[in-house]
């Protein structure tokens, strides 16, 4: 990881040697938050440890550092030094005595290690693109990534709708503070299966959270497990090919169990728990496979990923590993993730989504999403690389935002 330095000189000294013993590249090591905020641009650093001195934390460093995407370590030694932290809305500051493992545990930007940049899929033009969300059981924070998602696709000026597939544990609207007692997702389905869905009936249905700028539609998922038989395989694609008439991405969180059960009954036309989530699969253009990078999970991840495969094309799929810490996977985690998940499962590039709890217990507790909550959060950074890098092609963006300006003229 690349990693800039503005500390006291004795602290410098006491951690730098560790830092590089430790893997991680030292691009910049200032004497002034002055001196580091001019040297970001160049050094390119990914995370900077500063002291929460008036000398080495200054709020024009903090601007530079949001700009360029460089998340802030801060080293307290004093009350002082906290209340300036928190003044500066940083993350709760480390003790400047700390020794470099207990600083190495904050450093949670993560970069997209990406062997061959996967195929982008086409900009949005009259048919929209749907995204759906996956993974294996064990809670690998599946929904929390959709939502993250959705919102990151909509503050990049794409009209956006959130759909809840899960026939298991649907709780998209929880997670949104919006109440479920009329599903979104299945009145839709409803309505597809009489043919009868068009974009004015989706906006009816559909629940608006946030503003008008990085806002999105939900359709909600069954607030009772039991309600599954309503999300049937052609219900589910029709819905989701509606969807592209009315927005221009959908993203689609859908349920764990890839099991063909089908295969498990003797009547062909039972319905099927498992027809909605594979059905919002294979209508994806793209799948984000999410699993959780701890021992545990990375066994569930590996075990199901064989299984996604044979549901979907190889080339569609964007494995994310979620909730990426060293206190559960060791020291260098990217490294260890990544080597594991190459020797195991064959995957070359996959991007990591560090484990923040501060930013997602705020985000949980207030119904928000991160780049509400908690713009500077490791977690959201990670999902906000993400879209930009794999999921928005940059000739889109680039339309979106001139279009209203040649308008104007």
């Not at 009936?201 to 039991?226: H, K, M, N």
């Not at 599954?228 to 589910?236: D, Q, Y």
């Not at 064989?306 to 985690?333: C, F, H, Q, W, Y």
């Amino acid at each position: 990881m690349r990693i800039a330095f503005a500390l006291p000189v004795e602290v410098e000294d006491r951690l730098a040697t560790d830092a590089v013993r430790h893997g991680h590249e030292l691009v910049a090591r200032c004497s002034t938050a002055h001196e580091l905020a001019s040297r970001i641009d160049a050094a390119k650093p990914e995370v900077a440890v500063v002291a929460a001195t008036e000398r080495h934390l200054t709020e024009s460093l903090v601007t530079v550092c949001d700009e360029a995407g460089v998340r802030i370590v801060s080293l307290a030694g004093s009350d002082a030094d906290r209340r300036r932290a928190a003044d500066l809305r940083l993350d709760e500051p480390i003790d400047l005595e700390s020794s470099w493992p207990e600083v190495e545990k904050h450093l949670t930007v993560v970069p997209m290690r990406v062997s061959e940049p996967p195929p982008s899929i086409p900009p949005p033009t009259e048919h929209g693109v749907v995204i759906a969300v996956w993974g294996p059981a064990g809670a690998p924070g599946r929904t929390t990534v959709a939502i993250n998602l959705a919102a990151e696709l909509a503050l990049a000026g794409q009209t956006v709708a959130l759909a809840d597939a899960d026939t298991y544990s649907g709780s998209v609207a929880p997670s949104l503070g919006m109440l479920d007692e009329a599903p979104g997702f299945a009145a839709a389905c409803r309505l597809a299966g009489a043919d009868s869905l068009d974009r004015a009936e989706l906006q009816r249905i559909a629940q608006r959270y946030g503003p008008e700028r990085g806002g999105f539609d939900v359709l909600t998922g069954i607030g009772r497990p039991s309600r599954w038989p309503e999300l049937s395989a052609s219900r589910v694609s029709g819905s989701l090919q509606r969807c592209r008439e009315w927005a221009d991405f959908t993203v689609v969180d859908t349920g764990f169990s890839l099991e063909a059960d089908d295969d498990l009954s003797a009547d062909l036309f039972a319905p099927r728990r498992n027809a909605a989530g594979i059905a919002a699969l294979r209508e994806a253009d793209r799948v984000v496979a999410v699993g959780a990078a701890d021992p545990v999970g990375l066994s569930r991840f590996l075990r199901a990923h064989v299984d996604l495969l044979e549901t979907v094309r190889t080339d569609r799929v964007l494995v994310a590993m979620n909730k990426l810490r060293a206190s559960a996977i060791g020291l260098n985690p990217v490294g260890q993730v990544t080597q594991t998940l190459a020797r195991f499962g064959g995957i070359e590039s996959a991007a990591m989504i560090p484990w923040d709890p501060a930013a997602l217990d705020a985000a949980a507790l207030t119904g928000r999403t991160l780049a509400d909550v908690a713009p500077r959060s490791a977690a959201r950074i990670a999902v906000r690389d993400l879209v930009a890098s794999h999921l928005l092609p940059a000739p889109a963006v680039r339309a979106k935002r001139r279009t209203p300006k040649a308008a104007a003229r």
